[in-house]
């Protein structure tokens, strides 16, 4: 992350001040996640979760045929979405953490499998992960959402069920989209305590989806 902020600014004295600024607020996030790791990482998925909705009341404004005065937002429905995205936060807090210490290291297995055999042990533990992520949480995550936004709107749990029935496929169809890859990615090279910030952070857009979905 240091090494990115670098690269970010050029070397005159405007740009440095930028940079230090930045080391300093990251600096903060990591001694965040060191002292509160789990309310850290809620606050975090809340504040993206939120920053999503609000995206997708401005985007997709005309198109759903809601809010079309001029600056007009729903704070409700934004509050709403944090909610979901707090506590999304400290599910994916466990779940990340559960794959660390149930996919084994050194990952022995798959070996004899031809499309993975000649991966490295370390791939395979990642390919292991990601297929245990999009598997079985990617799902389980989906109805997570639609649920939790349902009985916060104080829906009945038929019509929760009506919803998913009519909107979870294509959900799972955009996850399977981008998710795999980010992954990947977030498995492969980023630290433990940073992935869940870097799951928000890719997830923007697709949670701008998830709330352009959901409320058209």
């Known amino acids: 992350p240091q090494r990115c902020i670098r690269l970010l600014f050029s070397s005159n004295s405007q740009n440095y001040k930028k940079e230090a600024t930045m080391r300093r607020a990251w600096s903060l996030y990591g001694k965040a996640l060191e002292r509160h790791p789990v309310v850290t990482k ?25 809010n079309q005065e001029k600056h007009s937002l729903d704070p409700i429905r934004t509050l709403r979405m944090s909610c979901v995205g707090f506590v999304f936060g400290g599910i994916l807090h466990g779940w990340y953490g559960l794959l660390e210490r149930a996919v084994p290291k050194p990952f022995t297995h798959f070996a004899r499998v031809p499309i993975l055999s000649r991966l490295s042990p370390e791939t395979r533990r990642v390919v292991a992960q990601v297929g245990c992520d999009q598997g079985l949480f990617a799902p ?57 910030l870097f799951t928000n952070t890719v997830a923007l857009s697709y949670n701008t989806f998830l709330s352009y979905l959901y409320h058209r």
Request: net charge negative.
């Open 42 to 66: 809620m606050m975090t998925s809340s504040s993206l979760f939120g920053l999503g909705d609000v995206v997708s009341q401005v985007v997709f404004r005309d198109s759903t045929g809601e």
């Open 140 to 196: 389980a995550s989906t109805l997570f959402f639609f649920t939790a936004v349902g009985k916060l709107e104080e829906k009945t749990f038929p019509e929760i069920g009506d919803h998913i029935r009519s909107q979870a496929l294509e959900v799972l169809k955009v996850n399977y989209m981008i998710w795999p890859v980010a992954i990947f990615i977030s498995f492969s090279y980023v630290p433990l305590q940073y992935r869940v």
